[in-house]
């Protein structure tokens, strides 16, 4: 169904042998729970599930390439320092310093938004990885290693 994002669920009992040349391959499901709004021999994208493993995994925002490597940031260190500002007064202002430190990883099976990482060996996972703003710390990171 044309951009439908509906979210149905089904028991496969029939997985056909031939992909077609538009890859895709006939599965019959009986829905859970039924829906007047499906017709026979409509076409639908389905995700099937055939088992459950655990695996370390993060956004796949969080993670970027490379030179044909895939690395993520992690936080090597936070520092406070105080700045006077500028006006005389005596107030003071906290800036907040955050260094990073890129780590390759081995990158594996992706899905619904989330890629399979696997870590460097002693890798510890208490530490924080940047999810959000990833590429940007690696345009930074590339933009100082080209003025140096």
């Not at 990158?107 to 940047?130: D, Q």
């Amino acid at each position: 169904m044309n951009n439908e994002t509906k979210e149905r669920f089904a028991d496969v009992h029939l997985i056909g042998r031939e992909i077609s040349a538009e890859r895709t391959v006939r599965v019959h499901g009986h829905l859970s729970q039924e829906d007047n709004n499906l017709l026979p021999g409509m076409y639908l994208k389905g995700i099937v599930e055939t088992g459950i493993a655990t695996t370390t995994a993060l956004p796949d925002k969080a993670i970027v390439q490379a030179a044909g490597k895939s690395y993520i940031f992690i936080v090597a260190n936070e520092k406070n320092s105080e700045k006077k500002p500028a006006d005389g007064k005596n107030e003071v202002a906290t800036e907040k310093h955050i260094l990073f430190k890129r780590i390759e990883v081995t990158t594996g099976v992706s899905e619904n938004g989330y890629t399979e990482v696997i870590l460097p060996g002693g890798f510890n996972r208490k530490i924080s990885v940047v999810i959000n703003g990833a590429y940007d710390l690696l345009s930074k990171m590339n933009n100082v290693e080209e003025e140096e």
